[in-house]
């Protein structure tokens, strides 16, 4: 095999599949999983981004997020409703889409329901154009000065 045929093989996507883990953030989200279970289990445990909220009638409002805040989409929906007695083997069977890698698509870049940033834009927020007069004095002109002077005379006239 000469060297122009290894060169051929080589492929942009081989260095993104060496560096990726899709376990890694799996594990991020089973980790908050467990936690968010063992909330709605127990209601005096808090969690930190809790993914659930219980609603009138016992409605559970399911809105699973990745460790970024972004949403994760279920059935192209980012909030999902469910009877509260449902709910533990709702989240059984997200747990078994999670280790199935059903949302792993989800779990990196944009996501369905909205884009993430780029790091780089939440550091160093865009500058706004210069002006085309920037540095320079701005006055009124003359027309403006008269008519703010009218408006003035009368506003001063209807007080008396």
Do not use: C, N
């Given at each position: 095999?000469?060297?122009?045929?290894?060169?051929?093989?080589?492929s942009p996507d081989n260095e993104k599949l060496f560096h990726h883990d899709p376990d890694a953030l799996r594990q991020a989200m089973l980790d908050r999983l467990v936690k968010n279970r063992d909330a709605f289990n127990d209601p005096s445990k808090r969690v930190?981004?809790?993914?659930?909220?219980?609603?009138?009638?016992?409605?559970?409002?399911?809105?699973?997020?990745?460790?970024?805040?972004?949403?994760?989409?279920?059935?192209?929906q980012s909030v999902t409703f469910w009877k509260a007695d449902e709910f533990p083997g709702i989240?059984?069977?997200?747990e078994a889409a999670i280790v199935a890698g059903e949302i792993d698509d989800q779990l990196e870049g944009s996501t369905p329901?909205?884009?993430?940033l780029p790091a780089r834009e939440l550091k160093a927020p865009k500058k706004r154009a210069a002006r085309s007069d920037a540095g320079q004095k701005r006055e009124w002109t003359p027309e403006r000065r008269e008519r703010f002077a009218a408006t003035i005379a009368a506003r001063n006239a209807a007080k008396l």
């Open positions: 095999m000469a060297l122009k045929d290894i060169i051929a093989k080589l930190r981004g809790r993914w659930y909220e219980i609603g009138h009638s016992q409605v559970v409002a399911f809105s699973p997020t990745r460790p970024d805040g972004q949403p994760i989409v279920i059935d192209g989240l059984d069977a997200f329901a909205g884009a993430s």
